[in-house]
């Protein structure tokens, strides 16, 4: 599978979900809705004075508490996380009116699979090793060819920001992803917050770190692509069906139709081929027409292709194409997985995260006034 490089256009609702082409040229800037401010690669750098107003925050949310808590014979400290619980919760219930009434699904999975898929498992340090951590806000990563479009799922997700400025971006954009697949009926995915923010543009990774849409050796690409990530040939193959959702533009990726019988009339601005008959819905469609290929009106690129190709990658393409169940499980886990990788948590994920610490951590909770974060995990 190839990354996600859904565009959306503010002003038509119209949506353009491909797989990035090392040959595009990237997009220098995009205009949104003509009744509305026009937004551009350089005026996002705004975005980066909006991280000084999280930071203050931080700093309030940080006063709340320094309890030590005795669990077996390890006394822990509990710290207050990235993001605020209650915004987070919030956030989520706007991100949902946002899918509702924009039809932004692609988008805002591709927005997480960008932010996070730039992980490099052989560098230790953070920010270095890339991952989820916001970077794909700043302007030197926009521009890069992945990510032409991203501009607009910025664009949408910045209200709900400013509204909650106790979220990190970097939670915003995997609590984004994750709710668009469950929304349009895909699993429940099992994701944790407290993700930390880069600061600055410098802290960006380097381009290339993304997948190409039609590489020459298109298995071979892909592993070399998601073993850097420390993902397995399951979850490529599983994170490949998110492909069920969206369409691809030929004006903007230089992939597939103009039109199609399924897309003409939208929803939102007509026109592009996708994937699936029912675009907007996350199910296990995907498997089943790439393994068909009877309907020329559906895209199949090179890195669909060889999921029916390459023998590894069958075993779970032929499964997922019958067993929509396992497919989720499936892709549940390695949406997650990717969700995480490389992200920095604020506390850092160990064992107080064990059965017993949440029990004693909440029993202290219950009696503590204080305004701390704890952790979140919410399906």
């Known amino acids: 599978m190839a990354c996600l490089s859904t565009t959306y256009s503010a002003s038509t609702h119209s949506h353009h979900y491909h797989l990035h082409s090392s040959t595009r040229k990237p997009i220098a800037s995009l205009s949104l809705l003509s009744s509305s401010p026009s937004i551009t690669l350089s005026s996002l750098k705004c975005l980066r004075s909006s991280s000084s107003s999280f930071f203050s925050n931080q700093k309030l949310q940080r006063r709340s508490m320094s309890h030590t808590i005795s669990v077996g014979r390890i006394a822990v400290v509990p710290t207050c996380f990235a993001s605020n619980t209650d915004q987070l919760k919030s956030a989520k219930e706007d991100i949902k009116v946002l899918l509702k009434t924009t039809f932004c699904h692609p988008i805002m999975v591709r927005l997480g699979w960008h932010d996070a898929g730039?992980?490099?498992?052989?560098?230790?340090?953070?920010?270095?090793?890339?991952?989820?951590?916001?970077?794909?806000?700043?302007?030197?990563?926009?521009?890069?060819?992945?990510?032409?479009?991203?501009?607009?799922?910025?664009?949408?997700?910045?209200?709900?920001?400013?509204?909650?400025?106790?979220?990190?971006?970097?939670?915003?954009?995997q609590l984004a992803s994750a709710t668009a697949v469950e929304e349009a009926g895909g699993p429940?995915?099992?994701?944790?917050?407290?993700?930390?923010?880069?600061?600055?543009?410098?802290?960006?990774?380097?381009?290339?770190?993304?997948?190409?849409?039609?590489?020459?050796?298109p298995a071979s690409h892909l592993r070399d692509v998601f073993y850097r990530m420390g993902l397995s040939d399951k979850d490529i193959v599983a994170l490949s069906g998110a492909h069920t959702l969206g369409r691809s533009r030929p004006e903007r990726s230089g992939w597939g139709k103009p039109e199609t019988k399924y897309t003409k009339d939208g929803p939102g601005a007509p026109g592009g081929q996708s994937w699936t008959i029912q675009w907007l819905q996350f199910d296990n469609s995907y498997f089943k027409d790439i393994k068909e290929k009877r309907d020329e009106d559906l895209l199949v690129l090179p890195t669909d292709a060889v999921l029916f190709e390459d023998p590894s990658f069958k075993e779970y393409a032929e499964k997922y194409a019958v067993e929509q169940e396992t497919f989720f499980n499936d892709y549940a886990e390695s949406h997650a997985k990717l969700s995480n990788a490389g992200a920095k948590f604020d506390p850092p994920e160990v064992s107080i995260y064990s059965p017993s610490f949440l029990f004693y951590y909440s029993q202290m909770l219950k009696t503590n006034k204080s305004h701390c974060n704890h952790y979140v995990s919410y399906t």
């Not at 030197?140 to 032409?148: D, F, M, P, R, T």
């Not at 429940?188 to 770190?209: A, F, H, L, N, T």
Request: aromatic share 8%; proline share 10%.
């Open 118 to 173: 730039t992980y490099n498992k052989n560098i230790e340090e953070w920010p270095q090793r890339g991952g989820a951590n916001g970077s794909v806000r700043f302007e030197i990563e926009l521009k890069h060819a992945a990510n032409a479009g991203l501009v607009n799922a910025l664009k949408l997700l910045q209200p709900i920001k400013e509204k909650y400025p106790g979220v990190t971006y970097a939670d915003l954009f």
């Open 188 to 217: 429940k995915i099992p994701m944790k917050y407290g993700r930390v923010d880069v600061s600055e543009p410098e802290q960006c990774p380097e381009e290339g770190r993304l997948p190409d849409a039609g590489p020459p050796t």
